[in-house]
C-alpha cells in the first residue's frame, strides 16, 4: 500500500487492515475495481442509512460500527449461487469473484456492488435488530433503499 493510498483510507475513516490485499486469501489478485467498489459501497450506504423516520432509523453509530469492524475479503470460488456470504462471529463480508453467471448488462464491478450492499445490509441489521434478518421484509426494505431493488 503506498502513502496515497494511506492517506485516502484515513480520510474515509477506514482502517487498512480492513481491506484484504492479501493475494493469499483466494489465491488470485484482486481485480482493479476491488477499492473503488468498496469505497463506493460504504459511502452510499452513510449517505442514504442515517434516515430520519422514526423506527426505520438506523443509528449513524451501528453503521460506522459495522464499517469499522467488518473486513471484506474475496474468493474466486466456482459457484452457481451465492455471490457473497456475512459471517457475524467473524465480522467477514466475503465477495466471491468466481460467480460464473451475470444477469443481462450486468458488469463484474456492478455484481461486486450490488453483493456488498446485500452482505452490509445483512451486518446492519444483525447488530440493529439482535439477530439474523435472513431476507425477511426488514432487509429487503433496507436493501431496495440502497439498491432499489430486493
Known amino acids: 500500500m503506498n502513502d496515497l493510498e494511506k492517506k485516502l483510507y484515513l480520510r474515509l475513516g477506514i ?40 423506527h426505520w432509523t438506523i443509528p449513524i453509530e451501528i453503521l460506522e460500527k459495522i464499517i469499522d469492524e467488518y473486513t471484506i475479503v474475496g474468493s474466486w470460488r466456482k459457484t452457481r449461487r451465492q455471490l457473497g456470504n456475512c459471517n457475524y462471529t467473524k465480522k467477514i463480508i466475503r465477495v466471491n469473484l468466481g460467480y460464473m453467471y451475470s444477469q443481462k448488462g450486468e458488469t463484474p464491478q456492478s455484481r461486486m456492488y450490488n453483493t456488498l450492499l446485500h452482505e452490509y445490509v445483512h451486518a446492519i441489521l444483525y447488530l440493529h435488530y439482535g439477530r439474523s434478518q435472513n431476507h425477511n421484509e426488514n432487509f429487503k426494505f433496507y436493501l431496495r433503499l440502497l439498491n432499489g431493488k430486493s
Not at 481491506?19 to 452510499?44: L, N, Q, V, Y
Request: charge should be negative; proline fraction near 10%.
Open 15 to 54: 482502517n487498512p487492515s480492513q481491506i484484504d490485499t492479501d493475494e493469499k486469501s483466494c489465491g488470485k489478485p484482486m481485480p482493479d475495481f476491488w477499492h473503488d467498489e468498496i469505497d463506493r459501497a460504504r459511502k452510499h450506504i452513510l449517505s442514504v442509512l442515517p434516515l430520519d423516520i422514526s
